[in-house]
């Protein structure tokens, strides 16, 4: 059953959540209740404008960080350099880039306000961009959500060829350095999927958050 949440600040137990992985409807976006969400293994997904809606899906994609698969071509185009790697120097434009309609996505959940409120969580140290910049400007990128050792990405654009996929190698190597360990996709995706993601069922997914929201780690070098 779907919970409606008030201005408490609480989620029902994510294994609530339907067959599709709605868990609750309302509530609101403040850095308090974001975080709350994500150690919860929850995310909103707005799926109406004027809706706020929560999510825990099972199953849940992950990346394991030993598992990214490059492909020959992507090696191939990483081999090029024609481009700079950048963190988190354009986060509200690499939001905006992800929210942005195109051929492939004629809507987008990304509502003004998560804008607003993952700036917020940007400028705690919370959220981060990874940006790959090629001389005619931002060309590609991804934002997620780091708390210990856990990233939970958000969404991710190309507007050049590999791009996103560019900046998604570039975030799992840093998530080495920096000792995360859990790098979560939420759903599957055929483009995702190329770069070997896999599903664990809920409970698996949220034991695993469990252990990675208890180390310390640093997203930013």
Known sequence: MVAFLTQELRFPPP?????????????????????????????????????????????????????????????????????????????????????????????????PEMLSAYGRLHALGHAHSVEVWMEEGLMGGLYGVSIGGLFAGESMFSRAPDTSKIALVHLVERMRRGGLSLLDVQVPNPHLETLGIRTLARPEYLERLKVALTVKASFVD
Request: hydrophobic share 40%; with cysteine.
């Open 15 to 111: 294994n609530r959540a339907g067959a599709d992985g709605l868990l609750a409807v309302g509530g609101d976006l403040s850095t308090e209740r974001l975080l709350l969400a994500y150690r919860q293994g929850i995310f909103p997904w707005p799926i109406h404008p004027r809706v706020l809606t929560w999510f825990s899906p099972d199953p849940r994609a992950i990346l394991e960080l030993d598992g990214l698969h490059i492909s020959k071509s992507l090696a191939k185009r990483m081999r090029r350099q024609d481009y700079e790697v950048r963190v988190n120097s354009a986060f509200d434009q690499v939001v905006r880039a992800c929210a942005e309609r195109t051929e492939r996505r004629a809507s987008t959940w990304i509502i």
